[in-house]
């Protein structure tokens, strides 16, 4: 199994950008799809990007469509979710969770929080008007 550890949650302004990370150990990164999700007190996890072991496929959540990005670098054991024209809608924790080989990301929806079995213990982020 990886350990996943999430970075980059701050408390900033509506039109702020952040950039989360997802550091995976103890098992090969690379052969894992990793997704973030992210959870309002009181509500579901909710899926907001997903991408496969070498990039070839990326999806989002049309809540974030044209303002957020996942990328990951491999070499680094790291997946990142560039996150622009924040909005306090946005405020919530945000999970990376990974899934193992044979994984799978589906561009036509968010990915759903029943694929991952791995998950991290979140990064807030805050957006304030």
């Known amino acids: 199994q990886v350990r996943l550890v999430e970075s980059g949650g701050d408390s900033v302004r509506t039109g702020d950008s952040l950039r989360l990370s997802c550091g995976g150990s103890g098992d090969a990164f690379r052969r894992y799809c990793v997704a973030w999700f992210r959870q309002v007190p009181g509500n579901r996890r909710e899926g907001v990007a997903g991408i496969t072991t070498d990039s070839a496929v990326i999806t989002y959540d049309d809540s974030v469509k044209g303002r957020f990005t996942i990328s990951r670098d491999n070499d680094a054991n790291r997946v990142y979710l560039q996150m622009n024209s924040l909005t306090p809608n946005d405020t919530a924790m945000y999970y990376c969770?990974?899934?193992?080989?044979?994984?799978?990301?589906?561009?036509?929806?968010?990915?759903?929080?029943?694929?991952?079995?791995?998950w991290g213990q979140g990064t807030q982020v805050t957006v304030s008007p």
């Open positions: 969770a990974a899934r193992k080989v044979p994984c799978s990301i589906n561009r036509a929806r968010a990915p759903p929080e029943r694929d991952y079995n791995n």
